[in-house]
């Protein structure tokens, strides 16, 4: 309330005019003003400015669109069933506990009241059992974001029931809901939320092939695949996603155990085949550089060669320290693989360019060109040539 300081003086001083308005008493500054400041203020504040007057309750509980009440360390469900029913135009609500505190008819009131509700969190949430999700699934069918890791309580029957209302799902975070993220609940997934981009698995080790494969099917806008510690899944998971999910770039597969080196082929070749699709229907236009993110920490079946033509193919992968975006810990097996700044490191400065007629416009940004590689290729190019007859001679067995 800090903020308030010098109005309040000017209040009782007489007035403070503003573009023409005269305020007197707190409830006379303007609710667009009232807002504005609300909106510089820390979320405990803002509360507490709701019970200033009825004029400013009124407006708070009618503009105010984002709340977290993560601060709250004691008595959060208690508060989220008295703000809930006047913080009616909520679109984000994040209620991240340390400790569990919400139950679920805070969770109901939440569903009861606020119908925009967008963005929730309910991570750590272990109380709450599949009565919040049935209340969820009716009360906020906007629902773009949900963050439910840790809610251990929840079942897939639930999950599957949530899926069915909430259909606007983008991002999805199940991190640790062991008993909820099964097979069924990814079906639930890729049955009704073809919009999904995000989602993390990690560590729900009931997830198995047949969800990851539905998934894949229903959500072909998917870029970030968490499936850390699903140990359960295979290389059938990981090529359906590489051929069904074109926009994929982050995937998460430590201590997936089962997988190997045919995965990796199957992100290679499907590297190939939706760059050469896109250059087709675009006429040169690229598509970013794939997966720029991939964890295969403790997958100890993989092979160094499967690993470099993954390096190879996607140059935004790295192993070099400081970027690290190609995470191996554990395969000791894997160290002679590195990305293209090793390559680049031992090129000679003075090699010449190697013209492939490739067009402009996947030149990258500023004009540059990029370099040869030891072998006479250059970077982006390289899985469309080198790659292209290993592809047709060994991967064409491993996709069929
Ligand atoms: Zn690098």
Redesign the pocket.
Known sequence: MLAFGDGKRGGSEGGVKMEGVVITEWKDIPVELLLRIVSLVDDRTVIMASGVCSGWRDAICLGLTHLSLSWCKNSMNNLVLSLAPKFTKLQTLVLRQDKPQLEDHAVETIAGYCHDLQDLDLSKSFKLSDLSLYALAHGCPNLSKLNISGCTAFSDVGLEYLFEFCRKLKILNLCGCVKGATDRALQGIGRNCSQLQFLNLGWCENVGDVGVMSLAYGCPELRTVDLCGCASITDESVIALANRCPHLISLGLYYCRNITDRAMYSLVHNRVKNKLAMWESMKGRCDGEGLRSLNISQCTALTPPAVQALCDSFPAL???SG?HSLVMSGCLHLTSVH????VQAHRPHTEPYMQLGRSPACEPAGGRTMPLRADGVRNGEHIITHHAALLDASLEDVMN
């Open positions: 790295h192993t070099c970027r990305c293209v700044c090793a």
